[in-house]
């Protein structure tokens, strides 16, 4: 499997521990975003994004500038949007999804051998239709080698009864945080992140090793057949033409998380126009995780008054969980007791 094409971190909410992104899956994740992100979350960046142009348009008429010059922004604050492991699509996990693009490769497969077959049904020359055959089934077998799984969700899944939150984001800067809680179910991002070709001892088994020699000796003798064909050889090249197409288009074409092994469930949204205002309202709606964003969008700090306000946060959140502790306690004992 290639390695991430689109850069991001990955943070443990609990610690505060970041790690580069190596994994293909996270990075399409990370990339498709704004495709997926749903309409809560497109109406909250568009409410920042308002937000943001009335503030500038008012500067600008302060400054006795011409406000209809200020152009609509495209980067506005900080959005934390929230999302958890869909305990229902359990058969989704580390799966791939069946949408547009798993079912244009069947499409297309069966386009190219219609195609191939039109000399084989017009002038009875079956060589076209042979190669075209013979290179779909190649295709298959490749992409059907168990290691392409084990090397796309390499980690480990998050075991019944334990919880982790982790956070993506481009980094400093980002315009989006996405939160994904792991309530008892979901992967580990941690591992996932990084990335199959960083570990230390991969695992590929002597099976794929021989599959992947055999289909490439095979793929040698399928090429230097092609090259001997020499009449209707136009056909073939619209077959190869026509591949190629249906590659750029799952190369570019935008995916849900679900389709990659990550079925996710929309929580919910937080934002604001200035991004310590934002980590503040996380903070307070989900303990540490504004803390553990800190040092990604603000590597030297937070200003005293900041600190102090996102100290005070912490410091409310966990006198609330020790007065649920010991209320759950006291409830336990009394149980005891009747």
């Not at 603000?298 to 410091?315: Q, R, T, V, W, Y």
């Amino acid at each position: 499997m290639p390695g991430a094409d689109t850069p991001c971190t990955i943070i443990n909410a609990e610690n505060g521990q970041s790690r580069g992104n190596g994994s293909w899956v996270l990075g399409r994740v990370m990339r498709d975003f704004e495709y997926w992100m749903g309409d809560p979350v497109e109406e909250k960046t568009t409410e920042m994004k308002k937000s943001k142009w009335q503030y500038d348009k008012e500067q600008a008429k302060l400054k006795g500038e011409d406000p209809d010059k200020i152009k609509f922004p495209e980067h506005a604050g900080l959005i934390v949007s929230f999302w958890k492991f869909d305990a229902d699509k359990k058969h989704q996990l580390q799966r791939p999804g069946r949408d547009i693009l798993f079912w244009s490769g069947i499409i297309v497969a069966i386009l190219q051998l219609a195609i191939s077959a039109i000399p084989l049904g017009i002038y009875g020359d079956w060589g076209v239709f042979l190669v075209t055959a013979c290179a779909i089934m190649l295709c298959l077998l490749t992409g059907w080698q168990p290691q392409w799984r084990r090397e796309k969700w390499a980690c480990r899944q998050i075991a019944p009864g334990k919880k982790k939150t982790y956070i993506m984001t481009r980094g400093n800067g980002a315009q989006h945080a996405i939160v994904i809680e792991c309530d008892g179910f979901g992967l580990n991002l941690e591992d996932l992140c990084t990335g199959f070709d960083n570990l230390d001892s991969p695992s590929i088994s002597k099976t794929t090793r021989f599959g992947m020699i055999c289909l490439g000796v095979l793929w040698v003798i399928l090429l230097i057949t092609s090259s001997a064909l020499t009449d209707h050889c136009w056909f073939l090249i619209a077959v190869g033409g026509l591949g190629m197409l249906q590659n750029m288009f799952v190369a570019g074409w935008s995916r849900k998380p679900e389709t990659l092994g990550l079925p996710l469930k929309y929580t919910t949204v937080i934002g604001s126009p200035k991004v310590s205002a934002a980590i503040m309202e996380a903070e307070r709606a989900f303990p540490t995780v504004g803390r553990a964003l800190v040092g990604t969008f603000f590597p030297s700090g937070l200003f005293p008054s900041e600190e102090k306000e996102l100290a005070s946060i912490e410091a409310e959140a966990k006198e609330k969980k020790q007065k649920m502790k010991e209320a759950k306690n006291y409830s336990e004992i009394s149980n005891r007791m009747l």
